[in-house]
Nanobody, 121 residues
Framework: VQLVESGGGLVQAGDSLKLSCAATTSAFHINAMGWYRQAPGKQRELVARIISGDGSTNYADSVKGRFTISRDNAKNTLFLQMNSLKPEDTAVYYC???????????????WGQGTLVTVSS
């Protein structure tokens, strides 16, 4: 199982950016995927998460109304559309997948390598 993020970069406050996470999922059933971020000197925090079964989503309060998480199930790709970016959104953004390894049903959590988003004021 491998997650590869892309789409990070340097933008100005108020700009938009879209992150992508491509998942290779051989013998791995994904139950949920999410985006987390870690700013310098801070702990990693949940940004947004989407459940595979019903597509339900949840967001950190700090990004509600500005960020949208979505998933292309056919392509096993996760997205994060980020609008109205603020300097405090600056962080390394990580893709995460939770699921089970088939056929053992062993639970597994996988992380991508991260992509840096920098928002200048």
């Amino acid at each position: 199982v491998q997650l590869v993020e892309s789409g990070g970069g340097l933008v100005q406050a108020g700009d938009s950016l879209k992150l992508s996470c491509a998942a290779t999922t051989s013998a791995f059933h994904i139950n949920a995927m999410g985006w987390y971020r870690q700013a310098p000197g801070k702990q990693r925090e949940l940004v947004a998460r989407i459940i595979s079964g019903d597509g339900s989503t949840n967001y950190a309060d700090s990004v509600k109304g500005r960020f949208t998480i979505s998933r292309d199930n056919a392509k096993n790709t996760l997205f994060l559309q980020m609008n109205s970016l603020k300097p405090e959104d600056t962080a390394v953004y990580y893709c995460n997948a939770e699921g089970v390894v088939l056929p053992t049903a062993r639970t597994l959590e996988v992380w991508g390598q991260g992509t840096l988003v920098t928002v200048s004021s």
